[in-house]
């Protein structure tokens, strides 16, 4: 299957190199000569799809796990308490994975802007992989007790330290190899691999759901797909390793001006622009688990069949392989700023005819809701976000600067969203208004951050945003 996924990729970029999505070039950004995807060396275009396959596997271990948490770890590993406290505690766990990722990415970020993007991105599918399959082995509570628990959210927190440092990484390979005219479009292909991630959990989630008892799929079933994670990370490992290292950070290391505590930089030169961008990730960031994880829970409180809300995470999700990569063309062909603004306002428009349509019951109507909630006001803003966040930062401080924006944000925003809406549920009789109003409220947030926001389009990513100069004549190039 994935050997199929790289196939198709390559033909897809091809396709667009031919002049697929060229019309879309703006008149004020022209394709130079040899910028185009067919101007770029095949190592080039590879690192492309090695940043769309490995994020595709890092979000397939990630998103597998909500599934879970929405419908069985519950009963396998906190049985003791009510159903409704067993869906809290595992959606807390669920929290946890979100937890670690600011440390992840601050770590990996640190490294990253030291020693390059292609190490970090190694390593983190790595102790993602690991963290995973270690999931598929662990025993119950009824096995061992409140071992169970703790050891699912040790490993829980194994994960969120892999994706913390995955996204900041994979963005940069992509973003950094991209001609300055189709950033935009170039950066969703890592974006890509957060619906190609899901459809592929929630598939082989079905599958194997479909294939088995009720009975024996809680006694053994689940652990399944934990378990052919182990040989999804040798498929990417073999594809990460042999991409380039981005040329931008080449530029650094070859002019010797990497900072000693990329960290420390960001913080100092970009305050603002991180507050910024901590504001523009909070809504797309609790609108997708809340409306692809949480709608599961609320589903089945309506006695929604788990098939029906499945099918629709998969149809948005195959939409999404469209939508995010034409939403981030959009960017280049005319403003990240406004292409993200746009996202903002639907998504707040839209929170309450989402419930509505999803709690008519109708399998229709909820797979409008998710087309619209998702794939057109979620997509709006996660499509053009990966250019967006990059641009915003100078390259030497350019990892640490993206992964605080991504996974502090992901702390207080998407870790915490299922847990606060199960919350506000509960809160309102099952009633979801309080539901609709929180996503509407984060969203109006966003909204604000995105009208305060520089339009990024067209930034020269050697030019240091903070200093406006290159990074050849730096003011830290003499001290490093």
Same mark, same amino acid.
């Given at each position: 299957?994935?050997?199929?996924?790289?196939?198709?990729?390559?033909?897809?970029?091809?396709?667009?190199?031919?002049?697929?999505?060229?019309?879309?070039?703006?008149?004020?950004?022209?394709?130079?000569?040899?910028?185009?995807?067919?101007?770029?060396?095949?190592?080039?275009?590879?690192?492309?799809?090695?940043?769309?396959?490995?994020?595709?596997?890092?979000?397939?271990?990630?998103?597998?796990?909500? =599934?879970?948490?929405?419908?069985?770890?519950?009963?396998?590993?906190?049985?003791?308490?009510?159903?409704?406290?067993?869906?809290?505690?595992?959606?807390? +766990?669920?929290?946890?994975?979100?937890?670690?990722?600011?440390?992840?990415?601050?770590?990996?970020?640190?490294?990253?802007?030291?020693?390059?993007?292609?190490?970090?991105?190694?390593?983190?599918? *790595?102790?993602?992989?690991?963290? +995973?399959?270690?999931?598929?082995?662990?025993?119950?509570?009824?096995?061992?007790?409140?071992?169970?628990?703790?050891?699912?959210? =040790?490993?829980?927190?194994?994960?969120?330290?892999?994706?913390?440092?995955?996204?900041?990484?994979?963005?940069?390979?992509?973003?950094?190899?991209?001609?300055?005219?189709?950033?935009?479009?170039?950066?969703?292909?890592?974006?890509?691999?957060?619906?190609?991630?899901?459809?592929?959990?929630?598939? $082989?989630?079905?599958?194997?759901?479909?294939?088995?008892?009720? #009975?024996?799929?809680?006694?053994?079933? %689940?652990?399944?797909?934990?378990?052919?994670?182990?040989?999804?990370?040798? $498929?990417?490992?073999?594809?990460?390793?042999?991409?380039?290292?981005?040329?931008?950070?080449?530029?650094?290391?070859?002019?010797?001006?990497?900072?000693?505590?990329?960290?420390?930089?960001?913080?100092?030169?970009?305050?603002?622009?991180?507050?910024?961008?901590?504001?523009?990730?909070?809504?797309?960031?609790?609108?997708?688990? $809340?409306?692809?994880?949480?709608?599961? +829970?609320?589903?089945?409180?309506?006695?929604?069949?788990?098939? =029906?809300?499945?099918?629709?995470?998969?149809?948005?999700?195959?939409?999404?392989?469209?939508?995010?990569?034409? %939403?981030?063309?959009?960017?280049?062909?005319?403003?990240?700023?406004?292409?993200? *603004?746009?996202?903002?306002? *639907?998504?707040?428009?839209? #929170?309450?005819?989402?419930?509505?349509?999803?709690?008519?019951?109708?399998?229709?109507?909820?797979?409008?809701?998710?087309?619209?909630?998702?794939?057109?006001?979620?997509?709006?803003?996660?499509?053009?976000?990966?250019?967006?966040?990059?641009?915003?930062?100078?390259?030497?401080?350019?990892?640490?600067?993206?992964?605080?924006?991504?996974?502090?944000?992901?702390?207080?925003?998407?870790?915490?969203?299922?847990?606060?809406?199960?919350?506000?549920?509960?809160?309102?009789?099952?009633?979801?208004?309080?539901?609709?109003?929180?996503? +509407?409220?984060? &969203?109006?947030?966003?909204?604000? #951050?995105?009208? *305060?926001?520089?339009?990024?389009?067209?930034?020269?990513?050697?030019?240091?945003? &903070?200093?406006?100069?290159?990074?050849?004549?730096?003011?830290? &190039?003499?001290?490093?």
């Amino acid at each position: 299957m994935l050997g199929v996924a790289v196939r198709l990729i390559l033909r897809l970029l091809h396709f667009f190199g031919e002049g697929g999505l060229r019309v879309m070039s703006s008149p004020e950004l022209p394709v130079p000569k040899g910028e185009g995807v067919t101007g770029l060396s095949r190592s080039a275009r590879t690192v492309i799809a090695a940043s769309f396959i490995g994020t595709t596997i890092e979000w397939y271990d990630f998103f597998l796990y909500g =599934t879970a948490s929405a419908l069985v770890f519950n009963k396998l590993f906190f049985p003791s308490i009510s159903p409704a406290n067993g869906v809290l505690a595992a959606f807390a +766990t669920f929290a946890v994975g979100y937890a670690a990722r600011p440390i992840g990415g601050l770590v990996f970020g640190h490294f990253g802007d030291r020693v390059g993007r292609k190490r970090m991105l190694v390593l983190s599918l *790595l102790i993602m992989g690991v963290g +995973t399959m270690v999931i598929g082995l662990l025993p119950t509570y009824d096995a061992i007790g409140v071992w169970a628990p703790i050891l699912l959210v =040790t490993m829980r927190f194994l994960q969120g330290i892999g994706i913390g440092g995955e996204w900041g990484g994979a963005v940069l390979l992509a973003v950094e190899h991209a001609p300055m005219s189709r950033r935009g479009f170039f950066g969703s292909w890592p974006q890509m691999g957060v619906p190609a991630g899901l459809l592929l959990s929630t598939v $082989v989630y079905r599958l194997v759901q479909g294939a088995t008892s009720e #009975a024996s799929f809680l006694s053994w079933g %689940w652990r399944i797909p934990f378990l052919l994670s182990a040989l999804l990370v040798v $498929v990417g490992l073999g594809v990460r390793l042999k991409v380039l290292e981005s040329p931008v950070f080449q530029q650094v290391k070859e002019t010797d001006t990497a900072v000693r505590a990329p960290l420390v930089e960001a913080l100092r030169e970009y305050p603002g622009r991180i507050v910024i961008g901590v504001g523009l990730r909070a809504a797309e960031n609790v609108i997708f688990p $809340v409306y692809t994880v949480f709608i599961l +829970t609320y589903g089945k409180r309506l006695g929604i069949p788990e098939g =029906t809300l499945l099918t629709g995470v998969i149809i948005s999700s195959v939409i999404g392989l469209v939508s995010i990569p034409f %939403w981030a063309a959009l960017s280049d062909r005319y403003s990240r700023r406004q292409v993200y *603004l746009a996202g903002a306002l *639907l998504s707040a428009l839209l #929170a309450f005819p989402f419930f509505a349509l999803v709690s008519t019951g109708s399998a229709l109507l909820i797979w409008l809701a998710m087309l619209l909630g998702v794939n057109v006001g979620h997509n709006l803003m996660y499509g053009p976000q990966a250019a967006f966040f990059a641009e915003l930062f100078g390259t030497r401080v350019r990892y640490s600067g993206v992964s605080i924006v991504y996974q502090v944000t992901g702390v207080f925003a998407g870790g915490l969203a299922p847990l606060i809406a199960t919350v506000l549920l509960e809160a309102s009789g099952g009633g979801y208004r309080l539901v609709a109003a929180y996503v +509407t409220g984060v &969203s109006l947030l966003t909204c604000v #951050a995105a009208y *305060l926001a520089p339009d990024t389009r067209g930034q020269d990513l050697t030019v240091d945003p &903070s200093t406006r100069s290159t990074m050849s004549t730096s003011p830290h &190039s003499a001290a490093t």
